[in-house]
T-cell receptor, first 114, second 112 residues
Framework: GEDVEQSLFLSVREGDSSVINCTYTDSSSTYLYWYKQEPGAGLQLLTYIFSNMDMKQDQRLTVLLNKKDKHLSLRIADTQTGDSAIYFCADSRNYGGATNKLIFGTGTLLAVQP | DTEVTQTPKHLVMGMTNKKSLKCEQHMGHRAMYWYKQKAKKPPELMFVYSYEKLSINESVPSRFSPECPNSSLLNLHLHALQPEDSALYLC???????????FGSGTRLTVV
């Protein structure tokens, strides 16, 4: 993705925590998102955070945002084999006038070992 | 209804065919999008329809043409495609101003 970078691969054991990292360059981003994509499927919105927040927790998911460093992370507690998928971070940018567009990171493949 | 519905789920077409992909949402979202996703790559924006105005990614070839019959539908017309256009085509909608973008399950397109 343009200017949104992620590490390509993460392997964890079932029950461990997973941390997926993302860096972005556009300081005007207002919302940042995490999407999950299973093989052959569409994109599932997991969570999102407004840019004036630094943390958001939703059940097993914790999002941390360091706006100064333009760094976003997704922590999955008690990772399960069903969490195996590609995870994309994304930021919403202005596309002209009142129109916004979503720019995706390169994606991180999470492999959960039983 | 919190879904974006895309049809068909799979499509195989020849390079001389004309086909259409359909996308529908009933969430009252005023912005709709088409994205193209190649294998192992992130989705790339093709078109945005927002505030009754169509915005086009300039890198998208003219053999793809969007149509918005009403605020709930955004179709994608395909004509004279090339094998490299084979990909997963994803439709999405959003509330303008932020919040979540909801994606459909996609159309897997194969051009032969």
């Amino acid at each position: 993705g343009e200017d949104v970078e992620q590490s390509l691969f993460l392997s964890v054991r079932e029950g461990d925590s997973s941390v997926i990292n993302c860096t972005y360059t556009d300081s005007s981003s207002t919302y940042l998102y995490w999407y999950k994509q299973e093989p052959g499927a569409g994109l599932q919105l997991l969570t999102y955070i407004f840019s004036n927040m630094d943390m958001k927790q939703d059940q097993r998911l914790t999002v941390l945002l360091n706006k100064k460093d333009k760094h976003l992370s997704l922590r999955i507690a008690d990772t399960q084999t069903g969490d195996s998928a590609i995870y994309f971070c994304a930021d919403s940018r202005n596309y002209g006038g009142a129109t916004n567009k979503l720019i995706f990171g390169t994606g991180t493949l999470l492999a959960v070992q039983p | 209804d919190t879904e974006v519905t895309q049809t068909p789920k799979h499509l195989v077409m020849g390079m001389t065919n004309k086909k259409s992909l359909k996308c529908e949402q009933h969430m009252g979202h005023r912005a709709m999008y088409w994205y193209k996703q190649k294998a192992k790559k992130p989705p790339e924006l093709m078109f945005v329809y927002s505030y009754e105005k169509l915005s086009i990614n300039e890198s998208v070839p003219s053999r793809f043409s969007p149509e918005c019959p009403n605020s709930s539908l955004l179709n994608l017309h395909l004509h004279a495609l090339q094998p490299e256009d084979s990909a997963l085509y994803l439709c999405a909608s959003s509330q303008e101003g932020g919040g979540g973008y909801t994606f459909g399950s996609g159309t897997r397109l194969t051009v032969v």
